[in-house]
Protein backbone atom coordinates (compact mmCIF):
# COMPACT_ATOMS: atom_id res chain seq x y z
CA UNK A 1 0.00 0.00 0.00
CA UNK A 2 1.18 3.60 -0.83
CA UNK A 3 1.13 4.64 2.91
CA UNK A 4 3.78 1.89 3.71
CA UNK A 5 6.18 4.01 1.67
CA UNK A 6 5.61 7.81 3.79
CA UNK A 7 7.74 9.14 5.90
CA UNK A 8 7.11 9.53 9.62
CA UNK A 9 6.17 13.13 8.48
CA UNK A 10 3.76 12.17 5.76
CA UNK A 11 1.95 9.95 7.95
CA UNK A 12 1.03 12.07 10.53
CA UNK A 13 -0.21 14.28 7.83
CA UNK A 14 -2.33 10.85 5.92
CA UNK A 15 -3.38 9.97 9.96
CA UNK A 16 -5.31 13.45 10.13
CA UNK A 17 -7.31 12.97 7.21
CA UNK A 18 -10.00 10.44 8.37
CA UNK A 19 -10.43 8.06 11.53
CA UNK A 20 -9.39 5.01 9.04
CA UNK A 21 -6.43 6.68 8.21
CA UNK A 22 -5.34 7.49 11.58
CA UNK A 23 -5.97 3.58 12.08
CA UNK A 24 -4.15 2.39 8.97
CA UNK A 25 -0.91 4.43 10.38
CA UNK A 26 -1.18 4.42 14.08
CA UNK A 27 0.57 0.57 14.41
CA UNK A 28 3.68 1.93 12.08
CA UNK A 29 4.23 5.57 13.48
CA UNK A 30 4.45 4.03 16.64
CA UNK A 31 6.21 0.95 16.18
CA UNK A 32 9.96 2.25 15.46
CA UNK A 33 10.57 5.13 17.46
CA UNK A 34 13.86 7.19 17.21
CA UNK A 35 14.91 10.10 19.47
CA UNK A 36 18.39 11.20 18.93
CA UNK A 37 20.06 14.78 20.51
CA UNK A 38 16.36 15.81 20.96
CA UNK A 39 15.20 18.20 23.62
CA UNK A 40 13.95 16.77 27.20
CA UNK A 41 10.64 18.04 26.75
CA UNK A 42 9.99 15.97 23.31
CA UNK A 43 10.44 12.69 24.83
CA UNK A 44 8.78 13.33 28.00
CA UNK A 45 6.13 14.37 26.06
CA UNK A 46 6.85 10.99 23.79
CA UNK A 47 6.53 8.97 27.26
CA UNK A 48 3.76 10.78 28.57
CA UNK A 49 1.65 9.87 25.49
CA UNK A 50 2.32 6.48 25.57
CA UNK A 51 1.78 6.38 29.27
CA UNK A 52 -1.64 8.13 29.08
CA UNK A 53 -2.57 6.23 25.65
CA UNK A 54 -2.60 2.65 26.92
CA UNK A 55 -3.55 1.45 23.56
CA UNK A 56 -0.40 2.72 21.81
CA UNK A 57 2.57 0.87 24.14
CA UNK A 58 1.79 -2.68 22.59
CA UNK A 59 3.03 -1.00 19.12
CA UNK A 60 5.89 0.14 20.43
CA UNK A 61 8.63 -2.62 18.88
CA UNK A 62 11.88 -0.81 18.66
CA UNK A 63 12.28 2.64 20.27
CA UNK A 64 15.89 4.73 20.59
CA UNK A 65 16.39 7.51 23.26
CA UNK A 66 18.86 10.49 23.48
CA UNK A 67 18.03 13.87 24.76
CA UNK A 68 19.91 16.82 25.59
CA UNK A 69 19.20 19.31 28.37
CA UNK A 70 20.07 20.13 32.11
CA UNK A 71 21.46 17.11 34.14
CA UNK A 72 18.51 17.62 36.75
CA UNK A 73 15.79 16.82 33.75
CA UNK A 74 17.20 13.57 33.53
CA UNK A 75 15.12 12.32 36.53
CA UNK A 76 12.26 13.41 35.24
CA UNK A 77 12.79 10.70 31.87
CA UNK A 78 14.21 8.48 34.55
CA UNK A 79 10.62 8.46 36.13
CA UNK A 80 8.42 8.43 33.22
CA UNK A 81 10.36 5.71 31.34
CA UNK A 82 10.00 3.65 34.54
CA UNK A 83 6.44 4.05 34.30
CA UNK A 84 6.29 3.52 30.69
CA UNK A 85 8.71 0.41 30.44
CA UNK A 86 6.53 -2.20 32.01
CA UNK A 87 3.83 -1.32 29.37
CA UNK A 88 6.51 -2.65 26.56
CA UNK A 89 5.74 -5.74 26.17
CA UNK A 90 6.46 -6.17 22.82
CA UNK A 91 9.55 -4.17 23.04
CA UNK A 92 12.52 -5.88 20.98
CA UNK A 93 14.99 -3.41 20.65
CA UNK A 94 15.95 -0.28 23.39
CA UNK A 95 18.47 2.27 23.67
CA UNK A 96 18.91 4.33 25.90
CA UNK A 97 22.18 6.80 26.19
CA UNK A 98 24.20 8.32 28.81
CA UNK A 99 21.93 11.21 29.23
CA UNK A 100 20.29 9.00 31.51
CA UNK A 101 23.03 9.78 34.11
CA UNK A 102 22.75 8.27 37.24
CA UNK A 103 19.13 7.44 37.00
CA UNK A 104 19.28 3.95 36.17
CA UNK A 105 16.99 2.62 38.94
CA UNK A 106 14.32 3.35 36.37
CA UNK A 107 15.31 -0.37 34.95
CA UNK A 108 15.71 -1.65 38.42
CA UNK A 109 11.81 -3.12 38.14
CA UNK A 110 11.00 -3.58 34.71
CA UNK A 111 10.86 -6.87 32.73
CA UNK A 112 10.40 -6.72 29.23
CA UNK A 113 9.53 -10.33 27.83
CA UNK A 114 10.11 -9.25 24.09
CA UNK A 115 13.52 -7.88 24.40
CA UNK A 116 16.01 -8.85 22.32
CA UNK A 117 18.69 -5.98 22.01
CA UNK A 118 19.39 -3.75 25.28
CA UNK A 119 22.19 -0.96 24.39
CA UNK A 120 22.17 1.58 27.48
CA UNK A 121 25.89 3.42 28.32
CA UNK A 122 25.45 3.33 31.89
CA UNK A 123 25.44 0.81 34.40
CA UNK A 124 22.36 -1.75 35.89
CA UNK A 125 21.31 -3.70 38.41
CA UNK A 126 23.04 -7.43 37.24
CA UNK A 127 19.76 -8.59 37.91
CA UNK A 128 18.55 -6.82 34.86
CA UNK A 129 20.43 -9.35 32.33
CA UNK A 130 18.78 -12.28 34.69
CA UNK A 131 15.46 -11.24 33.73
CA UNK A 132 16.12 -11.27 30.26
CA UNK A 133 17.44 -14.53 29.37
CA UNK A 134 16.64 -14.12 25.55
CA UNK A 135 19.40 -11.13 24.77
CA UNK A 136 21.03 -11.91 21.90
CA UNK A 137 23.00 -8.08 21.73
CA UNK A 138 23.83 -6.55 24.80
CA UNK A 139 25.72 -2.99 24.82
CA UNK A 140 26.06 -2.10 28.95
CA UNK A 141 28.82 -0.40 30.64
CA UNK A 142 29.68 -2.38 34.17
CA UNK A 143 29.69 -0.97 37.46
CA UNK A 144 31.72 1.80 39.31
CA UNK A 145 31.20 1.05 42.07
CA UNK A 146 29.86 -1.41 44.59
CA UNK A 147 30.42 -5.18 44.61
CA UNK A 148 27.28 -5.95 42.09
CA UNK A 149 28.86 -7.76 39.43
CA UNK A 150 27.18 -9.34 35.66
CA UNK A 151 27.12 -12.39 34.72
CA UNK A 152 25.75 -13.98 31.74
CA UNK A 153 25.30 -17.11 32.69
CA UNK A 154 21.80 -17.14 31.45
CA UNK A 155 21.97 -15.40 28.17
CA UNK A 156 22.62 -18.62 25.86
CA UNK A 157 21.08 -16.79 22.92
CA UNK A 158 23.73 -13.90 22.78
CA UNK A 159 25.47 -13.29 19.26
CA UNK A 160 26.85 -9.55 20.32
CA UNK A 161 28.31 -8.07 23.52
CA UNK A 162 29.94 -5.09 23.91
CA UNK A 163 31.34 -3.87 27.28
CA UNK A 164 32.44 -0.52 28.56
CA UNK A 165 34.74 -0.75 31.65
CA UNK A 166 35.12 2.99 32.88
CA UNK A 167 37.31 1.29 36.06
CA UNK A 168 39.89 -0.35 33.68
CA UNK A 169 39.58 -4.07 34.73
CA UNK A 170 39.74 -5.77 31.42
CA UNK A 171 39.68 -9.08 32.89
CA UNK A 172 36.44 -8.36 34.21
CA UNK A 173 35.27 -9.11 30.43
CA UNK A 174 37.09 -13.15 31.23
CA UNK A 175 34.89 -13.30 34.06
CA UNK A 176 31.48 -12.45 32.62
CA UNK A 177 32.00 -14.75 29.50
CA UNK A 178 34.17 -17.80 31.52
CA UNK A 179 31.35 -19.19 33.60
CA UNK A 180 31.50 -22.31 31.65
CA UNK A 181 28.22 -21.90 29.65
CA UNK A 182 28.52 -22.81 26.11
CA UNK A 183 27.29 -19.63 23.54
CA UNK A 184 27.46 -20.98 20.20
CA UNK A 185 26.06 -17.79 18.85
CA UNK A 186 28.52 -15.27 20.24
CA UNK A 187 29.47 -13.93 17.19
CA UNK A 188 30.77 -9.96 18.08
CA UNK A 189 33.02 -8.74 20.98
CA UNK A 190 33.15 -5.59 21.78
CA UNK A 191 35.50 -3.87 24.39
CA UNK A 192 36.69 -0.82 26.00
CA UNK A 193 38.70 -0.13 28.99
CA UNK A 194 39.99 3.13 30.18
CA UNK A 195 42.87 0.79 31.71
CA UNK A 196 45.53 -1.72 31.31
CA UNK A 197 44.18 -3.97 28.11
CA UNK A 198 43.71 -7.46 27.99
CA UNK A 199 47.08 -9.22 27.85
CA UNK A 200 48.26 -11.97 25.30
CA UNK A 201 47.80 -14.49 27.90
CA UNK A 202 44.24 -12.83 28.89
CA UNK A 203 43.40 -13.19 25.15
CA UNK A 204 44.00 -16.27 24.81
CA UNK A 205 42.15 -17.54 27.53
CA UNK A 206 39.20 -15.24 25.89
CA UNK A 207 39.70 -18.03 22.58
CA UNK A 208 39.10 -20.91 24.20
CA UNK A 209 35.96 -19.67 26.30
CA UNK A 210 34.81 -17.99 23.30
CA UNK A 211 35.60 -19.89 19.77
CA UNK A 212 32.79 -19.19 18.18
CA UNK A 213 33.47 -15.28 17.56
CA UNK A 214 34.34 -14.04 14.32
CA UNK A 215 34.67 -10.53 14.90
CA UNK A 216 36.78 -8.67 17.50
CA UNK A 217 36.28 -4.70 18.15
CA UNK A 218 38.85 -2.62 19.95
CA UNK A 219 36.93 0.14 21.15
CA UNK A 220 39.58 2.39 23.15
CA UNK A 221 41.65 4.13 21.06
CA UNK A 222 44.73 4.31 23.40
CA UNK A 223 45.04 0.25 23.02
CA UNK A 224 48.50 -0.50 22.83
CA UNK A 225 49.57 -2.92 19.71
CA UNK A 226 51.96 -4.98 21.71
CA UNK A 227 48.82 -6.69 23.27
CA UNK A 228 47.64 -8.13 20.05
CA UNK A 229 50.58 -10.49 19.32
CA UNK A 230 48.46 -14.45 20.31
CA UNK A 231 49.83 -17.68 20.81
CA UNK A 232 48.55 -19.63 19.42
CA UNK A 233 46.61 -17.37 17.15
CA UNK A 234 42.90 -17.03 17.19
CA UNK A 235 41.94 -18.52 13.80
CA UNK A 236 38.27 -18.36 13.91
CA UNK A 237 38.22 -14.07 13.84
CA UNK A 238 38.11 -12.77 10.32
CA UNK A 239 37.03 -9.35 11.06
CA UNK A 240 38.62 -7.17 13.19
CA UNK A 241 37.38 -2.94 14.66
CA UNK A 242 40.08 -0.35 16.03
CA UNK A 243 38.45 3.20 17.35
CA UNK A 244 39.69 6.37 15.60
CA UNK A 245 39.96 9.15 17.72
CA UNK A 246 38.72 12.58 16.40
CA UNK A 247 41.49 14.36 18.73
CA UNK A 248 44.14 12.33 17.56
CA UNK A 249 46.57 15.77 17.00
CA UNK A 250 49.60 14.17 15.14
CA UNK A 251 49.35 12.36 11.37
CA UNK A 252 52.68 10.34 12.32
CA UNK A 253 51.39 9.12 15.36
CA UNK A 254 47.86 8.14 13.99
CA UNK A 255 49.36 6.53 10.94
CA UNK A 256 51.98 4.25 13.18
CA UNK A 257 48.52 3.78 15.11
CA UNK A 258 46.91 2.01 12.61
CA UNK A 259 49.22 0.70 10.53
CA UNK A 260 50.98 -1.20 13.37
CA UNK A 261 47.47 -2.09 14.63
CA UNK A 262 46.44 -4.10 11.33
CA UNK A 263 49.98 -6.00 11.13
CA UNK A 264 49.72 -7.13 14.74
CA UNK A 265 46.24 -8.14 14.15
CA UNK A 266 47.13 -10.20 11.24
CA UNK A 267 50.06 -12.10 13.24
CA UNK A 268 47.21 -12.73 16.03
CA UNK A 269 44.25 -13.18 13.47
CA UNK A 270 45.77 -15.01 10.51
CA UNK A 271 42.66 -15.03 8.60
CA UNK A 272 41.35 -11.67 8.88
CA UNK A 273 40.44 -10.61 5.75
CA UNK A 274 38.55 -6.81 6.77
CA UNK A 275 39.70 -4.64 9.07
CA UNK A 276 36.80 -1.79 10.48
CA UNK A 277 38.28 1.80 11.47
CA UNK A 278 35.74 3.24 13.91
CA UNK A 279 34.88 6.78 14.75
CA UNK A 280 34.82 7.55 18.18
CA UNK A 281 31.71 9.28 17.54
CA UNK A 282 28.75 9.53 15.44
CA UNK A 283 29.96 12.33 13.43
CA UNK A 284 31.83 11.87 10.95
CA UNK A 285 35.61 11.54 10.58
CA UNK A 286 37.92 14.62 10.04
CA UNK A 287 39.63 15.63 6.44
CA UNK A 288 42.83 15.07 8.73
CA UNK A 289 41.85 11.65 10.11
CA UNK A 290 40.87 11.15 6.00
CA UNK A 291 43.85 11.85 4.74
CA UNK A 292 46.03 9.92 7.80
CA UNK A 293 43.92 6.32 6.93
CA UNK A 294 44.57 6.77 3.15
CA UNK A 295 48.03 7.17 3.94
CA UNK A 296 48.30 4.14 6.73
CA UNK A 297 46.41 1.78 3.86
CA UNK A 298 48.75 2.91 1.26
CA UNK A 299 51.17 1.43 3.45
CA UNK A 300 49.98 -1.59 4.25
CA UNK A 301 49.74 -2.66 0.53
CA UNK A 302 52.09 -5.93 1.69
CA UNK A 303 49.33 -7.18 3.90
CA UNK A 304 47.94 -9.52 1.60
CA UNK A 305 45.73 -11.24 4.17
CA UNK A 306 43.62 -8.35 4.17
CA UNK A 307 40.85 -7.83 1.53
CA UNK A 308 39.28 -4.79 2.61
CA UNK A 309 39.68 -2.06 5.33
CA UNK A 310 36.67 0.45 6.04
CA UNK A 311 35.92 3.68 7.32
CA UNK A 312 33.45 6.96 7.86
CA UNK A 313 31.55 5.16 5.04
CA UNK A 314 34.81 4.55 2.57
CA UNK A 315 35.84 1.44 1.76
CA UNK A 316 39.17 0.39 0.38
CA UNK A 317 39.03 -3.02 -1.43
CA UNK A 318 42.33 -4.81 -2.83
CA UNK A 319 42.30 -5.37 -6.59
CA UNK A 320 43.56 -9.14 -6.03
CA UNK A 321 45.56 -10.39 -2.98
CA UNK A 322 48.48 -8.53 -4.34
CA UNK A 323 47.25 -5.54 -5.65
CA UNK A 324 46.59 -2.08 -4.34
CA UNK A 325 43.67 -0.84 -2.22
CA UNK A 326 41.71 1.48 -4.34
CA UNK A 327 39.12 3.70 -2.34
CA UNK A 328 35.18 3.02 -2.84
CA UNK A 329 31.71 4.36 -1.63
CA UNK A 330 29.63 1.27 -0.97
Known sequence: MVFQHLRTVELNAFAKTAHFARAMTIQRLYSYIVFRNSPTNKVLSLLYTLWKNKTLAPYVVHLELDWTGKSHESVNVASKLAAVLPMLRNLV????????????????AVTLPS???????????ATFLDRHPRLRKVS???????????AVTNLGELEVLSLINPQGDSKELLRICSDGNPRPNLR???WQSHGPNLTSSDMTRMQQIASSVRQVNYLDENVAIRNFVLNPPWEGVVRIGLRVSRHSMFSQSLEYHISGFVRHCCLSFPNVHTVDLLSDSEESLSQFQRTTIERSVKVLRDVHQVLTITGDGIVYKREGRDGDFVACRC
Do not use: C, N, Q
Open 140 to 150: IMLPTYGRERY
Open 115 to 125: LRELHVHKSLS
Open 93 to 108: HLTVSKAIEIYTWAFD
Open 188 to 190: RID
